[in-house]
């Protein structure tokens, strides 16, 4: 069905789930405008006040008039920033400037002087006051807030102090019981010169205090805060601004509405990075500056964007297609956002859910008669989803693709991800576990059996055996495949957990030194351990491990019971096409676009030879600094370990050592029942392990669980 080019790209798992899909906010959207793009955009501490923007650049405090238009070209430095540093500042109500500085600080942050001062400018930049409070320290950096009576209040570590006009210190409030070390309190302004104390409680969690009063002040508790969990909180002389993670911005208004959704970031277009260095400033009721990351890799490229409200009935139509989630990653909100903008005839709308939503919500709607056009499998189950039959067979559209070839990608990873002769997904980049050790313990050749890998410990019995806290943690993960593979005949359905061989493996288990030591330094290897298994996703992760290591080191491999090599595999950005869709055609297009995109991700390796291959070249390719002398010095890519050992470029030997891990990967999904079998034998266990059963007690009860789940599942 048609609908509006710019529906909103993040609904949240509150939206309805229905086919009708409200667009916009009340009938209106926001639409950019680029004002800048640039890797140089160095702008600080941005707000909108009076018809003005201000905003700290090179060490200036800038001012700009935004009420005709919105060009930063035409901004004037209303001040320079002291010696000390701005900690932070506020336009008054009568176009005063307030503002806070530290004194200037010693390297030794022990010996560094306390205290700050707090400045009042008149328009004309005259100074009203300049009023120094010794031994304070401000609580962050947004730390002042002006009403507008022309009272000040400085937000200090357990107080706020409130200043009055005249800048005497006339009153403070103890915020200690509400704001704990380690907290953050902010003090913002909202409409009418209402004055917000936020206190960041958690990671991405906010409480919220209107603080109240004339001459004497208060912190009165807000309530009904907004949805899911917080980006940022922004002033505004229109209502305090509240950007959240569902990727909706929120107004709070002091009468009886509250907080109330503003604007959806889908109907920008725009990709909104979920970091607290978003800069949002509302110039008025329909304009909204923005200074957000414009890209999610090494390099990083900044856009300011003059945002416009403006009717939903005058956006034209395209098709949309949906894409359910539990946890995109910012680089697949970048390619969804890219392909929205350049798209004419689709549209991506990404809906969220949370992993508590995952039976209750997102499966039913799976199988609902309207379902999601396409499904984010990054960090689902993809063997349970595909063994329901849940994806459309990727081969045929991949065949006639006009873009893409079945020969750009690794021939592994295809057959990995064809399930019961289906292709059910391609993911854009992945990491990889590789067991890892020094060469002069585990050996030269990749792969080992279970019997080498405990006769290898064996002979270094001083030595734990892997980072791992927990004997069951090491069942999951690094016997894994072990434990599912050797134990079962897939054919057959036959189990051999009663047997002397699978005794003898959870008894070498109880007696083996595995709890891993105290950290050290070097989180990768410490002289006491004798495998590290890595999450490697980065080029320079070999030639990381071997500077951290110390030695030549050799990527073996999890121990399996024929002695094969095995390095699974963790999928980033894996989207399928769900076999139900209505809308097959532009659900291939975006994954096409998806594949095709020739950016080299942040996440992992490419999925794409052609982008490995070049990145793997470029990694080997020294770069050089060229002194005013003409001398060349080599550029430092990254310093490893507790000294910083410095990493210039890959070797010719270290790429081969990569591209044989590459070449035996495999991308056989990990789950479905298989997680099941796992997890049974870790519960299990855990009695024999804690000495309250048998070995051959619990050997039989993994048998007779595992049998019959493995034959449900024939």
């Known amino acids: 069905m048609a609908i509006a080019v710019f529906m909103t790209l993040f609904c949240t798992a509150c939206a309805k789930d229905s086919s009708e899909r409200e667009i916009g906010i009340d009938g209106f959207v926001f639409r950019p405008e680029l004002l800048v793009k640039s890797q140089d955009l160095r702008i600080y501490k941005m707000k909108a006040w009076g018809g003005c923007i201000y905003y700290v650049k090179d060490k200036a405090l800038y001012k700009l008039s935004v009420e005709d238009k919105v060009d930063f070209t035409e901004s004037r430095v209303v001040l320079e920033i002291?010696?000390?540093?701005?900690?932070?500042?506020?336009?008054?109500?009568?176009?005063?400037?307030?503002?806070?500085?530290?004194?200037?600080?010693?390297?030794?942050?022990?010996?560094?002087?306390?205290?700050?001062?707090?400045?009042?400018?008149?328009?004309?930049?005259?100074?009203?006051?300049?009023?120094?409070?010794?031994?304070?320290?401000?609580?962050?950096?947004?730390?002042?807030?002006?009403?507008?009576?022309?009272?000040?209040?400085?937000?200090?570590?357990?107080?706020?102090?409130?200043?009055?006009?005249?800048?005497?210190?006339?009153?403070?409030?103890?915020?200690?019981?509400?704001?704990?070390?380690?907290?953050?309190?902010?003090?913002?302004?909202?409409?009418?010169?209402?004055?917000?104390?936020?206190?960041?409680?958690?990671?991405?969690?906010?409480?919220?205090?209107?603080?109240?009063?004339?001459?004497?002040?208060?912190?009165?508790?807000?309530?009904?805060?907004?949805?899911k969990d917080i980006v940022g909180i922004h002033s505004s002389e229109y209502g305090l601004l509240c950007d959240t993670t569902e990727d909706i911005l929120y107004r709070y208004s002091f009468d009886d509405s509250g907080w109330k959704a503003?604007?959806?970031?889908?109907?920008?277009?725009?990709?909104?990075?979920?970091?607290?260095?978003?800069?949002?400033?509302?110039?008025?009721?329909?304009?909204?500056?923005?200074?957000?990351?414009?890209?999610?890799?090494?390099?990083?490229?900044?856009?300011?964007?003059?945002?416009?409200?403006?009717?939903v009935t005058e956006l034209p139509d395209k098709e949309e297609i949906v894409m359910a989630s539990i946890y995109p990653s910012s680089e697949l909100r970048l390619m969804v956002s890219e392909f929205n903008r350049n798209n004419s005839r689709y549209h991506v709308t990404v809906e969220t859910y949370l992993w508590r939503e995952l039976d209750t919500r997102l499966n039913s709607r799976l199988v609902s008669s309207n379902p999601p056009d396409l499904l984010d499998v990054s960090y689902l189950d993809i063997l349970?989803?595909?063994?329901?039959?849940?994806?459309?067979?990727?081969?045929?559209?991949?065949?006639?693709?006009?873009?893409?070839?079945?020969?750009?990608?690794?021939?592994?990873?295809?057959?990995?991800?064809?399930?019961?002769?289906?292709?059910v997904c391609i993911p854009r980049c992945f990491s990889m576990h590789v067991t890892t050790g020094k060469t002069a313990l585990i050996g030269e050749e990749a792969g080992w059996t279970v019997e080498e890998f405990m006769e290898t410990a064996e002979r270094n019995s001083g030595l734990t055996l892997t980072e791992y806290e927990s004997r069951e943690a090491m069942l999951g993960?690094?016997?894994?495949?072990?434990?599912?593979?050797?134990?079962?005949?897939?054919?057959?359905?036959?189990?051999?957990?009663?047997?002397?061989?699978?005794?003898?493996?959870?008894?070498?288990?109880?007696?083996?030194?595995?709890?891993m030591e105290e950290q050290a330094d070097n989180s990768y290897w410490t002289e006491e351990r004798l495998v590290t298994r890595l999450k490697m996703k980065w080029m320079a992760d070999c030639a990381m491990v071997e500077i951290l290591f110390g030695e030549s080191v050799t990527f073996k491999g999890d121990p399996t019971g024929d002695g094969s090599v095995y390095f699974p595999v963790v999928p980033m950005d894996a989207v399928g096409i769900v076999s139900?869709?209505?809308?097959?055609?532009?659900?291939?297009?975006?994954?096409?676009?998806?594949?095709?995109?020739?950016?080299?991700?942040?996440?992992?390796?490419?999925?794409?030879?052609?982008?490995?291959?070049?990145?793997?070249?470029?990694?080997?390719?020294?770069?050089?600094?060229?002194?005013?002398?003409?001398?060349?010095?080599?550029?430092?890519?990254?310093?490893?370990?507790?000294?910083?050992?410095?990493?210039?470029?890959?070797?010719?030997?270290?790429?081969?050592?990569?591209?044989?891990?590459?070449?035996?990967?495999?991308?056989?999904?990990?789950?479905?029942?298989?997680?099941?079998?796992?997890?049974?034998?870790?519960?299990?266990?855990?009695?024999?392990?804690?000495?309250?059963?048998?070995?051959?007690?619990?050997?039989?009860?993994?048998?007779?669980?595992?049998?019959?789940?493995?034959?449900?599942?024939?």
């Open 384 to 423: 349970n989803y595909a063994e329901k039959q849940t994806f459309e067979d990727l081969a045929p559209y991949l065949e006639k693709s006009s873009l893409l070839d079945r020969e750009d990608f690794l021939e592994n990873l295809l057959e990995g991800y064809t399930v019961g002769g289906n292709l």
């Open 580 to 714: 139900g869709s209505r809308h097959k055609d532009g659900a291939w297009e975006f994954v096409e676009y998806l594949l095709s995109h020739d950016a080299v991700s942040n996440l992992g390796f490419s999925s794409r030879q052609d982008i490995l291959m070049k990145a793997i070249e470029e990694e080997m390719t020294p770069e050089y600094w060229v002194m005013e002398d003409g001398e060349a010095l080599p550029k430092i890519k990254m310093g490893y370990g507790p000294e910083s050992t410095p990493y210039y470029f890959m070797t010719r030997e270290q790429a081969d050592a990569l591209l044989e891990v590459l070449g035996a990967l495999d991308f056989t999904p990990t789950g479905g029942i298989k997680d099941e079998i796992v997890g049974i034998i870790i519960e299990e266990s855990r009695s024999y392990l804690g000495g309250e059963r048998t070995v051959e007690e619990v050997g039989g009860f993994i048998q007779n669980r595992v049998w019959t789940l493995v034959q449900e599942n024939m």
């Open 262 to 311: 503003l604007m959806q970031w889908g109907d920008t277009d725009m990709y909104h990075p979920h970091i607290n260095t978003n800069l949002i400033a509302q110039i008025d009721e329909n304009r909204i500056v923005t200074c957000l990351e414009a890209g999610t890799g090494r390099e990083s490229t900044k856009e300011m964007n003059l945002l416009t409200r403006i009717p």
């Open 477 to 515: 993960s690094l016997f894994k495949q072990y434990l599912c593979g050797h134990y079962i005949d897939w054919n057959t359905g036959e189990c051999r957990f009663d047997s002397e061989e699978f005794y003898h493996f959870l008894e070498w288990i109880k007696c083996a030194d595995t709890v």
């Open 82 to 227: 002291p010696a000390g540093g701005m900690l932070d500042y506020m336009p008054g109500p009568n176009q005063e400037l307030y503002y806070v500085t530290g004194e200037e600080r010693a390297w030794d942050a022990k010996t560094a002087p306390r205290g700050c001062t707090l400045v009042k400018c008149l328009e004309n930049g005259k100074t009203e006051y300049n009023r120094f409070f010794p031994d304070t320290v401000v609580s962050g950096s947004e730390c002042l807030a002006v009403n507008e009576e022309g009272w000040a209040f400085l937000a200090l570590e357990d107080e706020i102090y409130c200043v009055d006009p005249e800048g005497e210190l006339a009153d403070s409030i103890e915020t200690g019981e509400i704001c704990s070390p380690g907290m953050e309190g902010k003090l913002l302004q909202g409409a009418e010169g209402r004055i917000y104390y936020c206190v960041k409680t958690s990671f991405s969690r906010y409480s919220f205090y209107e603080l109240v009063g004339k001459d004497s002040f208060q912190l009165v508790k807000l309530e009904g805060l907004p949805g």
